[in-house]
């Protein structure tokens, strides 16, 4: 493999990281030149008044034509409809540069009559080799369609429209996305779907802490995945690893071989798993992350309605500071019963097993967490090791077998359990001190 020098500056190195600018091919093969389209030629205004949809979508339109290809958005305020990326195509919003989606509910309109779900304000379909980089940022215009979705929530009443979410990917096959900054995503700001070999690196995701659902990155049927060097501070799960469907291709694990590092979360609902699970998810690394002011830090959430397998599942190296529950583990959502009577086991009962947590220090003003599993249905092989969590409520295990602990600490008030057991076998219990 040799590599092309390409001379478009940080446009150009994203380009290459893509796009491959190395080859296997005979040595005097060649690649085509990198077209570099700025939405100003198209139109553009960027003034954030103009309507820039149609301008952008040309530029969009052209690249993908062309076959490899960068569309650039300089700096300026460009007000946007929903947009489509095209394969082989790096969007990239310079620095000064905010793409900012309308919020006219009737805007994100989906004529597809497969779908009742709103378009997203950036759509990507069966693409390859897609790219969103750059030092700008894409903005969600969320705040207008926040407030009748908490005013339903408080009535305990379902949210009065579907909201859209700011990008969602389908079915693509290498995503690059780099240093941008996404906020204020009226729903879930970065949203791949059964997409494969994703890169999502160095990028910051925004939105108040209030804003509900605004997840930051959902990773849905998902194979090869690295997340890493991000900043998330949102009002839902700063990531969420879901596998909703079973997949025949891949029949225990619709979500696999997911790597999460140097990750940095404050405001939010941890790394999750689930609550959707029916598919499976396998091969999960955590590592290196800190989790600050957020209500979770390491979570799988699911139910005997939406559950399936997970395992070797690894989280390392991480710290946490004034957060919730640091550690939860539970076949139950949204709220673990105080009492439960085992039921049959179906295709979509909750199974956990082979989970490793190692390295964890951390500070709770609520309780230690938990691991519960169902009745029918214990927790299976987890390894606690170098784990030390201060917490007013000690950790909850229950409906769980094969559970070890190894140097873990839980320091609670006197007179409070650092355990509470239920149908649990725990090895190590003996080395813990309080």
Request: hydrophobic share 35%; with cysteine.
């Amino acid at each position: 493999m040799k590599r092309i020098l390409l001379t478009a500056g940080l446009a150009a190195i994203s380009l290459i990281y893509v796009f491959g600018a190395t080859t296997s091919a005979e040595p005097n093969s060649t690649i085509a030149a990198v077209k570099i389209l700025n939405v100003r030629q198209f139109g553009a205004k960027g003034d954030g008044n103009t309507l820039d949809t149609a301008a952008i979508q040309k530029a969009l339109d052209e690249c993908g034509k062309s076959g490899n290809g960068i569309v650039r958005i300089p700096a300026g305020t460009y007000l946007s409809k929903p947009i489509f990326l095209k394969s082989n195509t790096t969007l990239e919003l310079e620095q000064g540069a905010i793409l900012k989606a309308t919020d006219d509910p009737n805007d994100f309109v989906n004529e597809d009559k497969k779908s009742n779900d709103p378009l997203a304000f950036i759509n990507g379909i069966d693409l390859t080799k897609i790219a969103i980089t750059g030092k700008g940022t894409i903005d969600g215009s969320g705040a207008k369609w926040w407030p009748p979705v908490r005013e339903a929530k408080k009535n305990d009443q379902p949210e009065p429209r579907k909201r859209p979410r700011l990008i969602v990917l389908n079915n693509c096959v290498g995503v690059h996305i780099k240093d941008i900054t996404l906020t204020n995503s009226p729903s879930f700001h970065l949203f791949p779907i059964g997409c494969k070999n994703v890169d999502i690196v160095h990028v910051t995701i925004r939105a108040p802490q209030d804003s509900p659902n605004t997840d930051a990155i959902d990773i849905a049927q998902c194979r090869y995945v690295q997340i890493s060097d991000c900043v998330i501070d949102v009002g839902d799960d700063n990531i969420a690893i879901t596998a909703n469907h079973q997949d025949s291709a891949h029949p225990n694990a619709g979500s696999q071989y997911i790597t999460v590092t140097n990750c940095t979360n404050l405001h939010g609902h941890g790394i999750s798993i689930g609550s959707g699970t029916r598919g499976g998810v396998k091969d999960l690394t955590v590592s290196h992350c800190t989790f600050e002011n957020t209500d979770n830090g390491i979570r799988i959430k699911s139910s005997r309605e939406k559950g399936g397998l997970c395992e070797n599942l690894t989280y390392s190296d991480i710290t946490m500071k004034n957060v919730k529950e640091p550690i939860t583990l539970s076949a139950y959502y949204p709220k673990i019963p105080k009492e439960d009577t085992a039921q049959p086991v179906t295709s979509t009962t909750p199974i956990y097993k082979n989970i490793r947590i190692t390295n964890v220090t951390a500070t709770s003003p609520k309780n230690a967490g938990y691991i519960v599993g169902l009745p029918e249905s214990l927790v299976e092989n987890v390894v606690l090791e170098n784990v030390r969590i201060s917490a007013p409520v000690g950790l909850t295990i229950r409906n769980a077998k094969g559970i070890k602990l190894k140097n873990v600490k839980i320091e609670t008030p006197q007179g409070k359990e650092p355990f509470i057991l239920e149908n649990a076998q725990v090895e190590g219990l003996e080395q813990t001190s309080k």
